[in-house]
T-cell receptor, first 111, second 114 residues
Framework: ELKVEQNPLFLSMQEGKNYTIYCNYSTTSDRLYWYRQDPGKSLESLFVLLSNGAVKQEGRLMASLDTKARLSTLHITAAVHDLSATYFCAVDMEYGNKLVFGAGTILRVKS | GAGVSQSPSNKVTEKGKDVELRCDPISGHTALYWYRQRLGQGLEFLIYFQGNSAPDKSGLPSDRFSAERTGESVSTLTIQRTQQEDSAVYLC????????????FGPGTRLLVL
């Protein structure tokens, strides 16, 4: 059974600081996704990582995938308040039709 | 264009009652997914429809849960004899390709069972 673990589950950081959210998964997959969810809202797709070594960047967020380590990271550079949200990683099961989600990381950026 | 829509947006019901949740996918999207999100947790897969193929029901937590889809259109998720642990946000997503990476999520239905 595929398990996806995120850490930390809660992150409070100051504006301007850098931090990394980690996503580990338990079985082979080379398809990993990051989503953002604002309170009371649905999920917004941030990054789709489809191969080992994939790196994608959008603004102050950068995501990478290491399929050998079964690890993805979401790096936040010079955080701003607008980044406050819950961030989920999800893994696409091999030969499956569904995504398995991590528990989410609640990010709060303080001014 | 119009995204995935769900109704109702909020539902409060009493334990033991049946509820029906509706999802309208994006036009032309052949694949449709239902997920459940309990408070403070990630999404749990419930069921997947793809065209006329038999649905993947592997995520349904009990026989109280069922879902139907009419062709490539509307889907309804039915929960019979609701229990308090069914309280959650139920999210629907649709995909044109049937690939998880192409999913677009709806706003969800927030279900509270008293």
């Amino acid at each position: 059974e595929l398990k996806v673990e995120q850490n930390p589950l809660f992150l409070s950081m100051q504006e301007g600081k850098n931090y990394t959210i980690y996503c580990n998964y338990s079985t082979t997959s080379d398809r990993l996704y990051w989503y953002r969810q604002d309170p009371g809202k649905s999920l917004e797709s941030l990054f789709v990582l489809l191969s080992n070594g994939a790196v994608k960047q959008e603004g102050r967020l950068m995501a990478s995938l290491d399929t050998k380590a079964r690890l993805s990271t979401l790096h936040i550079t010079a955080a701003v308040h607008d980044l406050s949200a819950t961030y989920f990683c999800a893994v696409d099961m091999e030969y499956g039709n569904k995504l398995v989600f991590g528990a989410g990381t609640i990010l709060r950026v303080k001014s | 264009g119009a995204g995935v829509s769900q109704s109702p947006s909020n539902k409060v019901t009493e334990k033991g009652k049946d509820v029906e949740l509706r999802c309208d996918p994006i036009s032309g999207h052949t694949a449709l997914y239902w997920y459940r999100q309990r408070l403070g947790q990630g999404l749990e897969f419930l069921i997947y429809f793809q065209g006329n193929s038999a649905p993947d029901k592997s995520g349904l937590p009990s026989d109280r849960f069922s879902a139907e889809r009419t062709g490539e259109s509307v889907s309804t998720l039915t929960i019979q004899r609701t229990q308090q642990e069914d309280s959650a946000v139920y999210l629907c997503a649709s995909s044109r390709t049937g690939l998880p990476r192409d999913q677009y999520f709806g706003p969800g239905t927030r279900l509270l069972v008293l």
